[in-house]
């Protein structure tokens, strides 16, 4: 749907012990830990910022609005680094 | 050779349905034998994942240096896979279509996770009429190849790869064949070109072997590869097999009609006896059969894992090119490289080939 967020189709990445390590089409490599890790699951298919963080919640039994305070400037990063784009 | 730690086997069997788990985390004298042969043998990423689930036990700081270690691993093979994308790129927008072989199509092909195959380079296929353009195409920017070309013509008729510098200082080796001298020349590289596996890499559609042809890329890779194989390659031969998609009868023909059958028992033997198990398959009793004739046997010799060297095996491939002309082409290449070629070995500080051919043949000789 509009507005829904993805992974982009360019960008590179393994799953370790530490995070999930990315290599987006622009900058460094970069790693993400902890609940970023679920966060890259979930972009796996087109999602909305809404169903994200409903998704996490529901996964880490965590509070909605802090949740959501935590990942809009993790996507926020993802996307200046294109590694997550917004859905055709 | 000293048999590997229990830790290194543990992880190299990570993962198959017989994996040999050790019995606890090893005293800190074992531990730096234990990271020297995960990395040598590329098994960063199959170790974490064994630690990961609990299969090997490890003390909280040997845990902390195998998650260093699968982070190093994982942050070389996505600045691989990257600049392998834009070789592919610019190879397809010139017509040139490449066969990803080895580690880097093994990773994402045939592991549950590509994370748990280490590689630490790229390994394309091209086709023989493609590779002078090829390296045109990938040196352009200024990017080196691996010293020159022996003689003009050689890398397309004669030559098993060519190693090129590219972007991130990747090593990117664009093969002819699977391997240098007589098992190399024997195969018949238009098999190879029949049909792919395609899938996306960075948003790029790749194409890399069948699984049958992986499977034989896997078992020249572990032979021919160094003189004393890497768990990784061997791990490589025992998850092929355990693909329930690799018909055994395809693979047999392709060994009759490239008369590589020795190549497949010696790299199934050798696996077996490092990983001490394999999957059940018709290829294993079918290896076990497998009479290796005086010929072979000899041809096996002249390779390193065999008591041989590199400039012998090349040699003896004199034995297999078609052809006297032919032959007389590729002995000038071997014995009587260009210039350019000499000096640039002595630039990179190689030995000349001829003293390792000498070499070789005191070495085989002492081994006998």
């Known amino acids: ?88 | 050779m000293t048999p590997p730690h229990p830790v290194t086997v543990a992880a190299a069997t990570h993962g198959l349905p017989r994996s040999v788990p050790p019995p606890g985390p090893p005293d800190a004298g074992d531990w730096w034998r234990v990271r020297e042969e995960v990395g040598r043998h590329g098994l960063a990423g199959l170790l974490a994942a064994a630690y990961e689930d609990g299969t090997v036990r490890l003390t909280d700081e040997q845990g902390e240096d195998v998650a260093h270690g699968q982070v190093r691993a994982a942050a070389t093979a996505l600045r691989i896979e990257a600049a392998l994308v834009t070789a592919v790129d610019r190879l397809g927008r010139h017509g040139i279509s490449v066969r990803l072989l080895k580690g880097l199509a093994t990773a994402h092909l045939d592991y549950p996770d590509p994370g748990w195959r280490d590689f630490s380079d790229a390994d394309l296929l091209v086709d023989p009429d493609d590779i002078d353009r090829a390296v045109a195409l990938l040196t352009v920017d200024g990017h080196p190849r691996d010293l020159t070309e022996r003689r003009k013509g050689f890398d397309r008729r004669f030559g098993k790869a060519v190693t090129i510098y590219g972007p991130d200082h990747v090593e990117l080796d664009l093969h002819r064949t699977f391997a240098r001298g007589a098992f190399g020349f024997r195969q018949r590289l238009d098999d190879l070109w029949r049909e792919s596996t395609p899938f996306t890499l960075g948003g790029c559609a790749v194409h890399a072997l069948v699984p049958e042809d992986r499977f034989l890329n896997a078992c020249f890779a572990a032979l021919f590869g160094d003189a004393f194989p890497r768990l990784a390659l061997l791990r490589d031969i025992t998850q092929l097999l355990t693909r329930s998609d690799l018909d055994a009868d395809v693979v047999v023909q392709r060994a009759t009609r490239w008369r590589c059958g020795a190549v497949i028992a010696a790299a199934l033997d050798v696996a077996a006896r490092a990983l001490g198990w394999l999957p059940p398959s018709p290829l294993v009793p079918w290896a076990a059969a497998h009479r290796v004739g005086w010929r072979d046997r000899a041809l096996l010799a002249t390779y390193p894992q065999f008591g041989g060297s590199y400039p012998l095996a090349m040699l003896a491939g004199t034995v297999v090119v078609d052809g006297i002309g032919a032959k007389l082409d590729y002995l000038r290449g071997l014995v009587l490289p260009d210039r350019q070629y000499r000096s640039a070995r002595l630039v990179a500080g190689r030995r000349p080939e001829w003293r390792l051919l000498l070499q070789g043949l005191a070495w085989g000789r002492g081994r006998q």
């Open chain 1, 1 to 88: 749907m509009p507005g829904d967020l993805m992974r982009a189709p360019e960008v590179l990445w393994r799953r370790t012990l530490r995070g999930v390590l990315l290599r987006p089409p622009r900058g460094a490599a970069v790693m993400i830990d902890g609940s970023g890790g679920l966060v890259w699951d979930a972009l796996a298919s087109p999602t909305s910022v809404e169903d994200l963080v409903d998704r996490l919640a529901a996964a880490t039994g965590g509070d909605r609005s802090v949740i959501a305070a935590d990942v809009r400037p993790l996507l926020d990063r993802l996307r200046g680094l294109g590694a997550v784009v917004d859905s055709p």
